[in-house]
Structures are given as structure tokens and as C-alpha cells.
């Protein structure tokens, strides 16, 4: 893949962040942490992706840390939310990164994660499309994770290619 | 009590629905909350439940970097090795308690201790002559008789080896819980506070109370618990056997009064363990011991009880049941009879049954006699404690390892559901056993000497008891 030069792609015609799903996000954007709520699916959801993606990752390692199977893995969470999947992360002992181009959003996953001190310390939020987060992050992360995200994504082809530039 | 199943049952429906929101104190702005120590989960008890779960998780490997706090409001109890006297207060140790404790390593202790294994139960009818005998085809153990103090001991060793993980407060008595929104907001904290007697406090994700059957944990929830006060004690002792024998049986005959129970300690002792009215408790208590070593042996060896009608009757049955089943009765062997008892080891104490409506809730979860109490006639009371925490950390170990919040209700509802699943008719059984044998009228003992013969020549019926 050919690298794009960075500044040219942000731009509002050709951005991977969609208004209309944005606006539909912003309603519910204090509704994440009710289990039984508007995100009760997502919630039930964490019972097959967390595993999914530990297993996924344990047999690409070689390392296990007892108690902690993530822990040196750098993750992106791209479209995370409330922070549904980065705190089950978290706690498996990956350094996660969440980024969500709503602020509310973010404000709730930060406010949410703050009790905990060891997920205030492994999982940092940053209210942004991945457009702005490939500027700063250039091969940083070792996995990425765009879950329920590409279908609220504009557009797809410009959201992969930013997503093989952050990775290592 | 199948209206206590009935509203067990029920209370299934209403939880997913959110049902389970409590009333009581909230917890306090964050700023205040911030300064007490967090943990993962906190067992509320000390005693062979609460300190058996503490140790469990913390031998768990998903648990290695979790902590986890145990409080016990007594001092800690460890031995290096007992002291002669046998202690008044055992327990039946099921083969899958066992197998809990082993997973831990402190069945080596118990081992390295002292306790009976025994490999045959005879349990007979005071008004007939009706028996049955439990015992294992390939002639394993049956069971173990241990002291609970050689349990504790053992329990307070392996707690030791996991130090960094669980950290035992002793002496120290919770005397308040405050309990979180389960969809917390804003600057509320989401976790449960506790308070100590001496001041402190402690916050955790979720709460384990093992605090025995009038738990305090269980009160401050607020969860109902149908309980019922039998009109019984027990009274416990230690007594030496007239002549020394392969003490491997479990003996247990129902009296009109209640049922006695002989448990194997050594070749030369056993542990008594009597249900029975509470005047005839006090007069066993405070008589001389060679009236009450009297009163233990009539009671086992007494036919003063039988009527010619029932014998008759049971006669016949049991003939009835030779002529299908040739193979069908065992051998009645005769219980040891009592010389002395240990001079001090009389004890008494006030018999009930308990059952919680709920075990579960957002961030709390009972096991042991906080959530169940059963009468001590079928020596299940420790094992279903012990099997209340085999699958409690069952569960959470998987949640710990999908990165769960360790106090949702999503994986402790499982385990509430297993547990109330089998629980529930084993309390109800034992229940109905209790009332069934508490009685000399002809048409229930002819019903439970049938039903016991019955029981006794079917080999199906009895594997699964």
C-alpha cells in the first residue's frame, strides 16, 4: 500500500465520519452503561468479541502473564463508544486507546473508567475521527478494533487505509 | 415450603426485569469515597465458607493480579497440631467438598490433621424396623467426619500462601454497607462501601457475604428470607465407644423426638450430634453423665417405640420385596454402644431452616448459611456452602478472564439459578424428611417405613440420594 500524504485526507467531502449517524449517537450518548438499556445487545455482545479477540491474540503470542493475557498489547479502539469494549480490554491488561468523534461519548467513557485507577490508567479516550489519530500515531498500535463501527462509516476505503497506517 | 418454592420460582421472572434495584443509604460523592482502598471482591466471614471462597479465587489464576480482602470479626485459628481433646463442633465432609478443598491444598492439611473417613451410613426408623444403608460399591469413603477447627486451620494456611492476592482483616466486624445505583451517574461511586466497627473502610466491585444464617450482608440488602425456627436443638458431644472397633459407620436412628447421630472421630470416639425438643435438650445438658450416656444408648438400642401393627406390617412388605428383588436388603449391622463422654464437650444450640429468596445482586452474592440453613439431619449444611463457592468461582473466574466487571448481574444470575436449581429441593427434602420422622402416628410411619424399605432395595433411588 501506498502511504497517502496525511493532511490532504481530512477534508469534510472525504472524511470516514458520517453527520446523519452522528446525530443519532449524540441522543443516546448517556444510555452506554444501562446493561439492560438501548446497548443492552452491545453489552451481551462483550460475551463473544472479548473472547474472540483474547483467544485471537493469545495464539499470535508467545507470552502469557498470569492473570493479565493482554497485557503489552497496544490496542486501537476505533468507534469505541461509552467504552463498552475498552474496559473489558483494559482489564485483560492491554494499553487501550479509544477514540470517538463524539465528545459525549467521550466524556462518558472517560467519566465512567475514572473509579476504576488501574482502568484510568491502561485505557486513554480521545474524542476524534481516525483521520486525526494517524497524524500522531503512525505504527503504534499492535491490533486495531473497529466493532459495530464500518457500518456507520462514510467512507470505507479511506477508513482501511488509515487504519494500515497506525498499525506497527 | 412449596410456597416458599413457589415464590422462589417467581422471583426468576421479575429479576431481569430490573427488579433488583434496593432501597437503602447511596454511596457518597466520589470525593469522599476516594481515600478507602478498592478491592476486587470483598468476602464478608470468615468462617469455613467465607474463608474457603477467599482462598479459591485467590489460587485462581484469572485472579493473579486482583485483590481481595477476607474480614473475620474473630482472631485467627491455626494449629500445628490439635489438641487431644476432640472438638464438639464437625462436619460431614462430602467427596466433592473434599475435591474443593484438595483444589486448594488444604485437604492436605486436614489430612495431615486429623479426620474419619467413613464408608457406610445406616440410618433406621426408631417405630419400625425399617433401614437403610448408603454405602459405595467399590468400597471408596463415603465421607469424612472433620473437626471444624482442623478445616479452619487448614483454610487459614493455604490463605497464607496467597497472601499478595487476599488480605485476611481479623478482629474486624462490618457494621455498615452502602450499595451502589446499578447504572451509576455522575459523582456517585459505583462500588459497595463498607465500614468497619473500628472506623475504616473499604470499597470493592463486588461483595461476598458468607456472614452464616443471621447474615448481616443479607439484611442491609434487603433480601427476603423465608425462614422457619424448629422446635429442636442439637446436642453435640464428644463421647468414647465401650470397645474399640473399625469405627467406618455413620449411624443415625429417628427418634418420635428427633433424629441421633453417631459420627466416627477415631476407633475409640465418637461425635454426637442429637436433634431433639428443647426441654429435652436442657435436661441432656445439665443431667450426670452416666444418665446421659444412659440416655444415648437406650436411644439407639430401645424398641420401646414399636408397635406389634407396624412391625407386622413391615414384615410383610419386606417380604413382598424379597419375592421381586432377592438381592435387596443389606445386612443390619448394630451400632457401637457409649461408655463415657468427654467431661465438658456438652453443647447445645437452637435448630431452623433458611432460605434466601435471592442470592444475587447488582455487585453481591450470598453463599453458605447466608443464603441457606438446613437441619443438620442429612449432613449437608458445609457441603452446600462448599458447593455454593465451586460454582460461584466457577463463574467469575470466567468473567475475570473475559475482562468482565466482576459485580454485573449477567454471570451472577447464572450462578444463582444453578445454585437455587439444586439447593432448593434438597432444602424441601430435608425439611419434609424432618416433619415425616417427627411423628409416631401409625399411617405416617407405616408410610415412611415402606418408604424407607423401598428406598433400601432400589438400587437407582439410592445412588442418586
Not at chain 2, 492439611?109 to 417405630?127: G, I
Not at chain 2, 468400597?139 to 483454610?155: F, K, Q
Not at chain 2, 443431667?287 to 420401646?304: K, L, Q
Request: hydrophobic share 40%.
Amino acid at each position: 500500500l501506498f502511504r497517502l500524504p496525511v493532511k490532504r485526507l481530512f477534508s469534510t467531502l472525504h472524511s470516514s465520519v458520517d453527520s446523519t449517524e452522528m446525530k443519532k449517537f449524540q441522543l443516546l450518548a448517556q444510555k452506554w452503561w444501562d446493561e439492560e438499556g438501548e446497548y443492552s445487545a452491545l453489552h451481551s455482545m462483550n460475551g463473544i468479541r472479548v473472547p474472540f479477540i483474547r483467544d485471537t491474540l493469545l495464539n499470535m503470542s508467545s507470552n502469557y502473564h498470569l492473570g493479565s493475557p493482554l497485557s503489552g498489547v497496544k490496542i486501537l479502539d476505533v468507534g469505541c463508544g461509552g467504552g463498552l469494549l475498552s474496559e473489558p480490554l483494559g482489564r485483560l491488561g492491554a494499553s487501550v486507546t479509544g477514540i470517538d468523534p463524539l465528545e459525549d461519548n467521550i466524556r462518558t467513557a472517560d467519566q465512567h473508567k475514572s473509579f476504576d485507577p488501574v482502568l484510568a490508567r491502561r485505557i486513554q479516550y480521545k474524542s476524534s475521527s481516525l483521520e486525526e489519530i494517524v497524524e500522531e500515531s503512525v505504527e503504534t498500535f499492535d491490533v486495531i478494533v473497529a466493532s459495530e463501527v464500518v457500518e456507520h462509516v462514510a467512507d470505507l476505503e479511506l477508513f482501511i487505509k488509515c487504519c494500515s497506517q497506525v498499525l506497527k | 415450603t412449596s410456597a416458599a418454592m413457589a415464590v422462589v420460582c417467581g422471583r426468576g421472572l421479575l429479576a431481569r426485569l430490573g427488579g433488583r434495584l434496593r432501597a437503602g443509604p447511596r454511596t457518597p460523592l466520589r470525593s469522599a469515597a476516594a481515600a478507602a482502598p478498592l478491592y476486587d471482591v470483598v468476602v464478608s466471614g470468615g468462617g469455613m465458607v467465607g474463608s474457603a471462597m477467599a482462598a479459591v479465587l485467590g489460587h485462581d489464576i484469572h485472579f493473579h493480579d486482583k485483590k481481595i480482602a477476607l474480614l473475620e470479626a474473630g482472631p485467627r485459628k491455626e494449629y500445628d497440631r490439635m489438641p487431644d481433646r476432640y472438638s464438639n463442633r464437625v462436619s460431614s465432609i462430602s467427596p466433592g467438598s473434599a475435591t474443593l478443598l484438595s483444589s486448594v491444598g488444604a485437604w492436605e492439611h486436614v489430612c495431615n490433621l486429623r479426620l474419619k473417613p467413613f464408608r457406610r451410613m445406616q440410618v433406621w426408623d426408631a417405630c419400625s424396623e425399617a433401614m437403610i444403608v448408603f454405602e459405595k460399591d467399590d468400597l471408596d469413603d463415603m465421607g469424612y467426619i472433620v473437626e471444624n477447627d482442623v478445616i479452619m486451620s487448614a483454610l487459614t494456611k493455604q490463605l497464607d500462601a496467597v497472601a499478595d492476592r487476599v488480605q485476611v482483616f481479623y478482629g474486624s466486624r462490618a457494621v455498615g454497607y452502602t450499595w451502589p445505583l446499578p447504572s451509576h451517574s455522575c459523582d456517585t461511586s459505583p462500588w459497595v462501601q463498607i465500614e468497619l466497627a473500628d472506623g475504616r473502610r473499604l470499597q470493592t466491585k463486588l461483595l461476598i457475604g458468607a456472614d452464616g444464617h443471621n447474615s448481616v450482608v443479607r439484611k442491609e440488602a434487603e433480601i427476603k428470607n423465608i425462614e422457619h425456627r424448629y422446635d429442636q436443638s442439637a446436642v453435640v458431644a464428644t463421647l468414647y465407644l465401650s470397645e474399640a472397633t473399625d469405627n467406618n459407620v455413620a449411624w443415625q436412628r429417628f427418634l418420635p423426638t428427633g433424629p441421633i447421630a453417631l459420627l466416627p472421630l477415631s476407633d475409640t470416639a465418637s461425635s454426637l450430634v442429637w436433634s431433639t425438643s428443647h426441654e429435652h435438650a436442657s435436661e441432656l445438658l445439665t443431667m450426670d453423665e452416666e444418665s446421659f450416656v444412659d440416655s444415648i444408648n437406650s436411644a439407639f438400642w430401645s424398641n420401646i417405640n414399636h408397635s406389634d401393627f407396624i412391625d407386622t406390617a413391615g414384615a410383610m412388605f419386606r417380604s413382598a420385596l424379597s419375592l421381586l428383588r432377592p438381592s435387596g436388603s443389606a445386612v443390619r449391622q448394630l451400632p457401637p454402644s457409649i461408655a463415657k463422654a468427654e467431661p465438658g464437650s456438652r453443647a447445645t444450640f437452637p435448630l431452623g431452616m433458611g432460605h434466601a429468596t435471592e442470592y444475587v445482586q447488582h455487585r453481591l452474592a450470598l453463599v453458605g448459611d447466608a443464603a441457606h440453613r438446613v437441619h443438620p439431619l442429612a449432613g449437608q449444611g458445609v457441603n452446600l456452602g462448599f458447593g455454593d463457592i465451586a460454582c460461584l468461582a466457577h463463574h467469575l473466574s470466567t468473567a475475570a478472564f473475559n475482562g468482565s466487571d466482576l459485580g454485573s448481574l449477567k454471570h451472577l444470575l447464572k450462578f444463582e439459578t444453578e445454585r437455587q436449581r439444586h439447593n432448593v429441593s434438597l432444602i424441601a427434602a430435608i425439611d419434609v424428611l424432618k416433619r415425616l420422622y417427627s411423628t409416631k402416628l401409625a399411617p405416617l410411619v407405616l408410610l415412611r417405613t415402606w418408604g424407607l424399605q423401598a428406598t433400601n432395595a432400589l438400587p437407582p433411588v439410592k445412588v442418586r440420594i
